[in-house]
Structure formats: C-alpha cells, structure tokens
C-alpha cells in the first residue's frame, strides 16, 4: 500500500456485523500498547484467536472460561483497542454490540507468542519491552522520566503515587523450566525493570548476596500437603520470614546505586513485624545509608520486636507508635513527602511501596511453577496469598502479567478486611484495626491496593487518584461498576476469623504433620475452601504461601499445637541482648522532629 497505512487481518466475530478497520503506521505502536494494557482475559482470548486461529470453544477450553465469557472478553477487548486508535470514518463502532473486525498482522514483529508453557501469552518484542520495562511511571500520573535506580532510592514518586514499570515485559522463553536455579530465575524476572540503571553485574552480585543467606538449596521449597495443595515455604532466609527475598536484594541493589551515585540514604519503613525485622537484618551498620523504623507499641510479636531491637547499630533508629499499622504507614507517607528531608541525601522507603522491593517477590512465583512442573503438574496453579498490605500478592500478579501462566490469585486476610470488602462488597473503606494472632495482616489501608487499582482502571491516573484521594478524605469510596468487575478479575479475597485461624493450625499439625504461623494457617484455610468449592476460584492445583515460621508466634501457636514450636538457628542466636527502642506518639510533628534529630 502507498497511503502510509497498513491494513490489519480482521478478527473474526461470526455473531456480528463486521467491518475492517485500518491502522495508520503511526498509529501501530499504540495499538502494540493498548492490547499489553488489556485485562489478562481479553488480552489473553485476543491473541489466541487472532495469533493461534482457535474458535470459541477452543478457546474456552484452552482457558477453562464460559463461552459466553469468552466472547465478552473479545468484545471488551476489541472495543478498548478501537478506542486506543483512530478509527477510519465517524459512524466507526462505539459499543459492544458493534464492534469492528481487527486484525494485527503488521504487528506480529512487535507482539509475539510465547509457549515455553504449552500456552498462549502475549508480550512486547523483547527490544521495545526492556526499554519501557526500566522506565517507571506514577499511578497518579506524573510523568517525570524515572529509572530503577531513582524509583529504588526514592520510593515514592513526587506526587503521592506509586511506582510502575511504564510496560510490562515478558518472561524469557523458559524461565520457569524444571532446572532452573532461583538466581536463574531471579535474574530472568528482574532484569528487564534493572535496564541499565545500575553498575554492570550489580543483580548478579546482589542475587549472589540474596540466595547466600538462605538455609535450603531451593531457596523457597514447595510442599506438597496433600492432592492438589502444595505450601510455598519462604521463610528460610535470616529472620525466617518472607520479607527477607526483597529485603536482602533491595539492601545489595541499594548499594550498588549508591557506589554508583556517591550519595547518601535515609531508609524509613512501616512494619507490622516482619518488614521491620528483616530491614534491620538487611541495612544494619550498611556504609551510607541510614534506616528507621517505625512498628506500632505493643502489636508485633516479641520475636518480631526483638529481631529489630536487638541489633547493636548506629544507623538504625526504631520507633515504637503509640498507634495501630496504619498509623506507622501514615505516618511513613507523610515523612517521605517531607521534601526538606531530602535537602541532606536521600529519603526513600524500603516498604513495599518501593518498587525494587515489590520486583524481589517476582521470583519466587516462578519458582513455585517450575517446582510443580518438575513434580509432573501441568495444570497452571491458583495461589492463595496471606496478605496485609497487598504486596505479596500483587508481586503474584506482576508476575502473571509478565506471561507466568496463573489459574488465579486468592487474597486471604485475617479480620482486618478492608480488602475483602473493597473486593467482595465493592466498598473501599477504613476501620480501626484490631488484633490478631497474624499480626503482620493487621492492615485496613493496604498500600499497593494503589497499584491493583491502576492496573485494573486500564493504567488510568485521574481514575487511581480519585479513588484514593476520596479514600483519604472521607475514609471511605464506593468503588465504580467496571472498576469493581475488572478488580475481581485480576484476584479474589476471602476474611478468616481468629478461630478459624486456630482450628487451621490445629489441622495442619494433626493432618499434615506441619506446624505452621498464624499467617499461614489464613492462607491454608482458605486454600481449602478453594479446594472443596466453598471458596471463590475453583481451579486446581492450588499453592499457599506460608510466609513466616511458626517459631515467631510461639504465644499463639503453642496453645493449639500443645507444645513450643522449635526455633530455627536464627531466632535461637537473639538471646537476651538489651532492646533499643524509642516510643513516640502517631503524630507527622513527632515523627518529624524524631528523625530530624536521628539524622542530626
């Protein structure tokens, strides 16, 4: 063609009336984009019939989705690409039952199908997606140019908002084959978001550092429970909990970017327990860089305060609120919009509201995969998440969105269930948190929420910002319809009570010979509800995450198991070291001068 267009294969759509549409060459990269930013299954149902040529019902049974539903998500993905692009003539289509025919033939260089799993997943030409991967944007929309290394350093963008990869990229071919060793793995996921931002080398040698303080050889070892329930075991690494697979490797990434850089860091961090503990572990006495904590007075565990309290250096302050979580992240928020604070160097957060922090969880999900596929297990898993401040799990999205092939994510929370709500009831709103015996889920304003809502509002700033700035004011929002429905489409969220938690517990030790955390035991309850139909997303195999040892709750193990859960080396080597600690109240003004004092 000599008009400077390209005409695209049309889509077949044999119950509509359709019309080819065609896409100017401007116009291509666009539409390249618009398709990677759609839900997981229209962008899914999209690429297998128009790159693999199935119909309907093959479709349908290739996802294991309705028919119905198979087609609705075509529809919706269609009229969300003819919006992203300019339409040929003014009575082009713009509702669902008349949709134009597309076809995506020129963009075959750029849009690829990847099935190292036997499986359909799209993902950017593998030039195009590591340039845009290493670029970060904000889900409130400012849009100043930002790399790995200054979204690590500084944690929040300008704005308010949250750090995202501009693009998503896609898994190397073979990233989670049977074989591959977690530095393997890890590198894979991560190095796409690292682009060039960081000293040559800088992820292996931080990987290296990562995997060498772990006591299994897997790193995270999956086990097998019973059929079709497998336990993710992440808590192998020095503070037994699952914070220490990003800390340690944020930690090392964060001294490479200040070798680099010659600057200085000031760390502040929100813990309900295990973030804080393993911080401590990771940046204690670490050259050019400063760390403070923040945990609320008298709601972790005693092992969890300890694992922080104890470590003899200077450049840690902890600080004991007189408050609940969510006052600490509050708290840690406003402190990190305190520009003057960075007048000194850097002033960032290792909360998993830092990207490098959220991209260090990646991995082990694609270890989980491979682990199951070297077991013989080729039917993609449902994970089931104990999640407080949604980090944990959106990592687990991240990951299906990067083409890891994921039946479905399930966020377990314990009674503070503001998430649940938001998902199930379509209600985002705060209540005072109450506590439990999963103290480290004791959240009612999840942070990377934010960031589940920027993906599922098809990456829309206004829309993200909306919903969180109302939610700040009035401390609650109705979330919109279609917000609402693409939300229960990238996870599902269950509350377990107290003593729900406790007969789990029980069950584990009594039926799998397991002792296992508080945390844990949300995720294994409601695993089973998965697994016996009571739970939403039916599918099977199905992974609970267990996210710390059970030795860190003795007080609230102990009771149900009839005995002291055995300590790992870790816990054994605090001993009765004396506790450093300073008790402030949840105010921004104490909280301010606290650290202006610190930094000196």
């Known amino acids: 063609m000599d008009n400077g267009e390209s005409e695209l294969p049309i889509i077949q759509q044999p119950e509509s009336e359709c019309r080819s549409l065609r896409i100017p ?18 962008r899914d149902v999209f690429l297998l019939h128009r790159m693999a040529g199935m119909t309907y019902p093959e479709i349908s049974a290739r996802l294991g989705m309705p028919s119905e539903d198979v087609q609705a998500a075509l529809a919706a993905a269609l009229l969300m690409l003819a919006q992203a692009v300019t339409l040929p003539s003014p009575d082009a289509p713009s509702a669902l039952a008349d949709q134009p025919r597309l076809h995506a033939g020129k963009i075959g260089s750029t849009l690829r199908e990847n099935r190292s799993d036997g499986g359909a997943s799209a993902g950017y030409d593998q030039s195009i997606m590591t340039d845009d991967a290493a670029r970060y944007i904000s889900t409130r929309g400012d849009k100043t140019p930002t790399d790995f290394a200054n979204a690590l350093l500084r944690g929040m963008a300008p704005d308010g908002g949250l ?73 192998h690494g020095p503070t037994a909990a699952f914070k220490d697979l990003a800390m340690q490797l944020a930690a090392a990434l964060s001294e490479e970017a200040l070798a680099a850089s010659g600057e200085r860091l000031t760390l502040v961090t929100a813990t309900s327990g295990d973030t804080g503990a393993a911080a401590v572990n990771a940046f204690a006495n670490k050259a050019g860089i400063d760390l403070i904590v923040l945990h609320p007075l008298d709601r972790v565990s005693a092992v969890q305060r300890r694992q922080m309290t104890t470590v003899e250096a200077d450049n840690v302050l902890n600080l004991a609120i007189r ?12 402190l990190l919009s305190e520009e003057s604070l960075r007048e000194r160097g850097r002033f960032s957060s290792v909360n998993s509201i830092n990207w490098a922090r959220l991209a260090g969880q990646i991995p082990y999900y694609i270890s989980a995969s491979m ?6 297990e080729s039917r993609a898993p449902t994970f089931v998440v104990p999640t407080g401040n949604f980090g944990d799990a959106f990592a687990g999205i991240a990951a299906r969105k990067m083409g890891l092939p994921v039946a479905g994510f399930v966020a377990a929370v314990n009674q503070n269930d503001a998430l649940a709500r938001a998902i199930n009831d379509g209600v985002y709103a705060r209540r005072a948190a109450v506590e439990t015996a999963s103290v480290s889920m004791d959240v009612q304003a999840p942070s990377n ?19 969180f700035e109302a939610f700040a ?24 009570d107290e003593e729900t938690t406790r007969v789990e517990i029980a069950h584990a030790w009594k039926t799998y010979g397991k002792v296992v955390c508080p945390h844990t035991a949300v995720a294994l309850s409601a695993a089973r509800g998965v697994l016996n139909g009571s739970g939403p997303n039916g599918s099977r195999p199905v992974v609970a995450l267990s996210t710390a040892h059970a030795a860190k709750f003795g007080k609230d193990v102990a009771p149900v198991v009839g005995f002291d859960p055995d ?34």
Do not use: H
């Open 25 to 42: 060459e401007d116009d291509k990269d666009v539409l390249v984009r618009a398709i990677l930013r759609l839900r997981d299954d229209q």
């Open 163 to 235: 750090y995202m990869p501009s693009a998503w990229p896609s898994l190397p071919v073979g990233a989670a084959a049977p074989g591959q060793s977690y530095v393997q793995i890890a590198k894979a996921a991560m190095a796409p978001y690292l682009g060039d931002a960081l000293p040559e080398g800088a992820l292996d040698r931080s990987l290296l550092k990562l995997v060498a303080g772990f006591d299994d050889p897997a790193v995270t070892p999956l086990v097998q429970l019973a059929d079709d329930l497998w336990m993710l075991e992440l808590w």
């Open 449 to 467: 929420f934010e960031r589940l809502v920027f993906e599922a509002s098809g990456r829309a700033p206004a829309a993200t910002r909306a919903v």
């Open 473 to 496: 004011r009035n401390g609650q929002t109705t979330l919109p319809a279609e917000l609402l429905s693409a939300l229960r489409g990238e996870v599902s969220a269950v509350s377990v």
């Open 323 to 334: 408050g609940d979580f969510d006052d600490c992240q509050r708290l840690v928020k406003g």
């Open 371 to 376: 682990q199951l596929a070297a077991a013989g």
């Open 567 to 600: 300590p790992p080396r870790v816990i054994r080597e605090l001993g009765d070291r004396p506790e450093r600690l300073t008790i402030i109240e949840a105010t921004p003004a104490a909280a301010l001068d606290t650290v202006r004092r610190f930094r000196g």
